[in-house]
C-alpha cells in the first residue's frame, strides 16, 4: 500500500502558474508509475499527465500537452504537476494516482485525497 498526499492548489487567475506536489509514503515510490488526474464539477475523474518509475518517460492529455509538466524525484517520494498558462478550465479538484504500468495498461490502483485548483478569469 502506498499513501498519497497532494498540495499546492489554490485560486489563481487565468495565464498565471501553480505547481502541484505529491508525496508518497508507503511502499517504494520508485517503483510506480505515478500520475495526475483532475475532476471538475459535474465531470467525470480525467487524465491529466503520467510519468514512468524512473522519470524516462512522460504522457500528457491534448488538453495540457505544452502547457503542464510532469515530473517527478524519487528521493524525495514526490511527484509534481507544473501547471503554466492556466485557464479558467483547468479548474478542477486535482488527484495523485500510483499505477505499475505506464503503457495501455495505465490503471491507478492507489489515490490521493485530491487538491482544488481555481482558475478565475
Known amino acids: 500500500q502506498v499513501q498519497l498526499v497532494e498540495s499546492g492548489g489554490g485560486l489563481v487567475q487565468a495565464g498565471d502558474s501553480l505547481r502541484l506536489s505529491c508525496v508518497a509514503s508507503?511502499?517504494?515510490?520508485?517503483?510506480?508509475?505515478m500520475g495526475w488526474f483532475r475532476q471538475a464539477p459535474g465531470k467525470e475523474r480525467e487524465f491529466v499527465a503520467r510519468?514512468?518509475?524512473?522519470?524516462?518517460?512522460?504522457y500528457y492529455a491534448a488538453s495540457v500537452k505544452g502547457r503542464f509538466t510532469i515530473s517527478r524525484d524519487n528521493g524525495e517520494n514526490t511527484v509534481y504537476l507544473q501547471m503554466n498558462s492556466l485557464k479558467p478550465e483547468d479548474t478542477a479538484v486535482y488527484y495523485c494516482?500510483?499505477?505499475?504500468?505506464?503503457?495501455?495498461?495505465?490503471?491507478?490502483?492507489?489515490w490521493g485525497q485530491g487538491t482544488q485548483v481555481t482558475v478565475s478569469s
Open positions: 510519468i514512468s518509475s524512473i522519470g524516462g518517460m512522460t
Open positions: 494516482a500510483a499505477a505499475t504500468y505506464f503503457d495501455y495498461r495505465f490503471q491507478p490502483a492507489h
Open positions: 508507503g511502499r517504494t515510490f520508485s517503483n510506480y508509475v
